[in-house]
């Protein structure tokens, strides 16, 4: 089937189509209304040497050892565990969060994210988790009794933005449902195509039989008209035989004396 023929398919079954057509449209708008907006908002914080160790060149960013990366991917999975996602709840803090270390990071660099449907909420979220995770860095050396000084700081690099609107996915799920939809619109159009036409060769299949009785009918009248006009010619042309003179029969006559005379009535029946 080449794309004439799918063309003409879709202009003859339009009334299949169309209604298809308007309840995906009518869908995907409903969706985009009905369906809420996700807001994100990053930060980034980096890892830091202690201050004993920086006192070296008094620069703690020109100190920065690649202990300080395990150090972040630690604290990473720790603010991402299960209890730190309690904690974090019962803080308040409803929104999906992550921390990671920041894709292609020369440095011990963590981005925090958090997203959420309320923006004003995943804002506050942002801040409330990059204070959590520098609570987190502060309570890991203290489990293991490190001095004030040699302790790992935290700073911020980049401050919490202002929520964006994660317009991506949602657009994407809509592309789905509406190419799905579509798709469902012209299956059934085809669907519709293909039980007419069986129809039709269901139907021409029965009118070609009754064609086909038809004419077998007529000829087998036609046969049986020829041989009765045959066998009436043939009756027409044959001679009538002629009967046979039938002989008459003669009675003797009797003599006169075994004549008898007729019998006169009584006398009483005068």
């Not at 369906?35 to 908002?41: A, F, K, L, N």
């Not at 490190?146 to 700081?153: L, S, T």
């Not at 085809?190 to 007529?218: G, Y």
Request: net charge neutral; with cysteine; hydrophobic share 45%.
């Amino acid at each position: 089937m080449d794309l004439a023929e799918i063309f003409r398919v879709m202009c003859r079954r339009w009334y299949v189509l169309l209604p298809g057509l308007l309840l995906t449209g009518a869908l995907t708008t409903g969706a985009w209304l009905l369906v809420p907006v996700t807001y994100e908002s990053q930060s980034t914080v980096a890892m830091l040497n202690s201050r004993k160790g920086a006192q070296a060149d008094g620069n703690p960013f020109l100190s920065m050892e690649p202990s300080l990366t395990g150090m972040a991917d630690s604290l990473a999975r720790n603010v991402n565990s299960d209890a730190s996602a309690a904690e974090l709840k019962g803080r308040g803090m409803r929104e999906k969060y992550e921390a990671k270390i920041a894709d292609n990071a020369q440095g011990p660099l963590l981005w925090l994210t958090v997203k959420g449907e309320d923006r004003d909420a995943v804002l506050a979220g942002n801040k409330t988790l990059m204070a959590f995770t520098a609570q987190r860095l502060k309570d890991l050396q203290a489990d293991q009794a490190v001095a004030p000084d040699a302790m790992i700081r935290i700073t911020t690099i980049v401050p919490p933005q202002d929520p964006e609107p994660q317009l991506k996915s949602k657009v994407q799920y809509l592309v789905m449902a509406a190419g799905l939809g579509v798709v469902l619109s012209l299956v059934a159009t085809f669907f519709a195509e293909a039980r007419r036409r069986a129809k039709d060769r269901a139907r021409a299949a029965a009118r070609a039989a009754a064609d086909a009785e038809r004419a077998v009918t007529e000829t087998d009248q036609d046969h049986r008209e020829a041989e009765s006009a045959a066998d009436a010619e043939a009756q027409e042309a044959a001679p009538v035989p002629q009967q046979p003179d039938q002989p008459t029969m003669q009675l003797p006559a009797l003599p006169v004396s075994e004549r008898r005379p007729a019998k006169r009535p009584p006398s009483w029946a005068k």
